[in-house]
């Protein structure tokens, strides 16, 4: 038989850590969709590339930031924080890697 486990805990998952890790995925598809739409016109991407480009990075640096502010919460879980952490991270990161091989 299984052994079952219970957690009595009022401990809850941060806010700003879920939307973080929101702000995280809808910046990671911005970001696919805008190099996807510069691959399929072999670079000649008009303003709508940009735009998701910058969308992308907006929301990314927003994510951090909220990522930030849900770590500052006592006694929560910090799981969406981490995450949001990460990829926010990881894609501001890769932005500043894609406009410094722009220039």
Do not use: P
Request: glycine share 12%.
């Amino acid at each position: 038989m299984k052994k079952r486990s219970y957690k009595f805990t009022d401990k809850k998952h941060t806010k700003q850590g879920i939307c973080s890790t929101l702000l995280g995925l809808a910046a990671l598809i911005l970001l696919s969709v805008g190099v996807g739409m510069a691959y399929q016109t072999f670079g000649n991407a008009r303003s709508m590339a940009g735009l998701l480009g910058l969308l992308s990075m907006l929301a990314s640096v927003l994510g951090f930031v909220l990522a930030i502010q849900g770590f500052r919460e006592d006694d929560v879980y910090y799981l969406f924080s981490q995450i949001g952490m990460i990829v926010n991270g990881s894609l501001f990161i890769l932005w500043t890697l894609i406009f410094v091989a722009g220039m």
